[in-house]
Each structure stands twice: as structure tokens, then as C-alpha cells.
Nanobody, 118 residues
Framework: QVQLVESGGGLVQPGGSLRLSCVAS????????MGWYRQAPGKERELVAT???????NYADSVKGRFIISGDNAKKTVDLQMNSLKPEDTAVYYC????????????WGQGTQVTVSS
């Protein structure tokens, strides 16, 4: 069984920074793709950032230049450095890992709350 556990969320003032971490455990050899998503109250889950095992990254326009995603297949971790946080960044942040062999399998963490408020 594969399990993802996020940590690092909390309350921060606008302009502040947080670093989220996701640790994968279980039967994973290679994380082919990794990503962070978020869901604010009353809204649908949206993509924040993704990174492939080859190192290619993709960011939502709303976080580009402020957030940095990184992944380590050896440590089975996915991190999200969040800088210059804004109130609209407030959401539950979820880690996702994609692994594949004969088919692609998507795994999700339980989420960690990020609140940006004065």
C-alpha cells in the first residue's frame, strides 16, 4: 500500500513563507510525476505545481515566481516552497504522486491546511 503524508502547513501572514513536505511510503520504486494541488472552501481542487521524474516543472499562473516545487525519488519526497504568500493562497494543500508500470496510478495525501491571514 502507498501512503502520502503532508506536513508543514500552518498560519502565516501575507508576504510570509512556508515549506510543505510530502513523504511517500510503501511499494514505490519510482515517482514518475509529483505534484501539489489545493482546494479552498467552496471551490474545486486545482493544480498548483507539478514536476516529472525528469525534472520538468509546471506551475499555475497564480503561483508562478512565488512557489517552487521539488522532488527527490531517492528520499520519496515532494516539497513545495511557498514565498510571498497571499490570502488567496489559503487552502488545503494536497500532495499527489503518479507511479506507472502497465498503467498509471495516482496517489493522494490527506492534505495540510495553509492559512494566510493578518
Amino acid at each position: 500500500q502507498v501512503q502520502l503524508v503532508e506536513s508543514g502547513g500552518g498560519l502565516v501572514q501575507p508576504g510570509g513563507s512556508l515549506r510543505l513536505s510530502c513523504v511517500a511510503s510503501g511499494s514505490i520504486s519510482v515517482m514518475n510525476a509529483m505534484g501539489w494541488y489545493r482546494q479552498a472552501p467552496g471551490k474545486e481542487r486545482e493544480l498548483v505545481a507539478t514536476i516529472t521524474s525528469g525534472g520538468r516543472t509546471n506551475y499555475a499562473d497564480s503561483v508562478k515566481g512565488r512557489f517552487i516545487i521539488s522532488g527527490d525519488n531517492a528520499k520519496k519526497t515532494v516539497d513545495l516552497q511557498m514565498n510571498s504568500l497571499k490570502p488567496e493562497d489559503t487552502a488545503v494543500y494536497y500532495c499527489k504522486v503518479v507511479v506507472g508500470a502497465l498503467y498509471w496510478r495516482h496517489y493522494w495525501g490527506q492534505g495540510t491546511q495553509v492559512t494566510v491571514s493578518s
